[in-house]
C-alpha cells in the first residue's frame, strides 16, 4: 500500500513564492512517475508537472512553465514543487500523485494524495 501525503500549501499574495512538499511511504518504488495535480473550486482536476523516476526529466503543463519547477528528494522517493511568481488563477486544492511507467504522463496515476490548500490572493 502507498501513501501519498501534501504539505506546504497556504495563503499568500499574488508574486510570492511556496514550495509545496509530497512524502511517499509504503511500497513506492523509486522508478515510478510522480506528478502534481491541481483542482480549481467548479473545475476539473488538471495537470501541472510531472517528473521521471531519477527525476532527471520534467514536464509542465504550459499555465506553469517557466514559474513552477518539480523536484524530487534525495531517496527519490518524494516530490517538490517550487511555484514562484504566483497568480489568483493558480488557487486550487495540490495533488500529488504517482504512477509506474517509463514515459511522461499526464494521466493514468495510480496513487493520489489528499491534497493540500493553496490560495493566492490579488
Known amino acids: 500500500q502507498v501513501q501519498l501525503v501534501e504539505s506546504g500549501g497556504g495563503l499568500v499574495q499574488a508574486g510570492d513564492s511556496l514550495r509545496l512538499s509530497c512524502a511517499a511511504s509504503?511500497?513506492?518504488?523509486?522508478?515510478?512517475?510522480m506528478g502534481w495535480f491541481r483542482q480549481a473550486p467548479g473545475k476539473e482536476r488538471e495537470f501541472v508537472a510531472s517528473?521521471?523516476?531519477?527525476?532527471?526529466?520534467?514536464y509542465y503543463a504550459d499555465s506553469v512553465k517557466g514559474r513552477f519547477t518539480i523536484s524530487k528528494n534525495s531517496d527519490k522517493t518524494g516530490v517538490f514543487l517550487q511555484m514562484n511568481s504566483l497568480k489568483p488563477e493558480d488557487t486550487a486544492v495540490y495533488y500529488c500523485?504517482?504512477?509506474?511507467?517509463?514515459?511522461?504522463?499526464?494521466?493514468?496515476?495510480?496513487?493520489w494524495g489528499q491534497g493540500t490548500q493553496v490560495t493566492v490572493s490579488s
Open positions: 500523485a504517482a504512477r509506474g511507467g517509463i514515459e511522461l504522463a499526464t494521466s493514468g496515476y495510480d496513487y
Open positions: 509504503g511500497r513506492l518504488e523509486k522508478r515510478y512517475l
Open positions: 517528473i521521471s523516476g531519477s527525476g532527471g526529466t520534467a
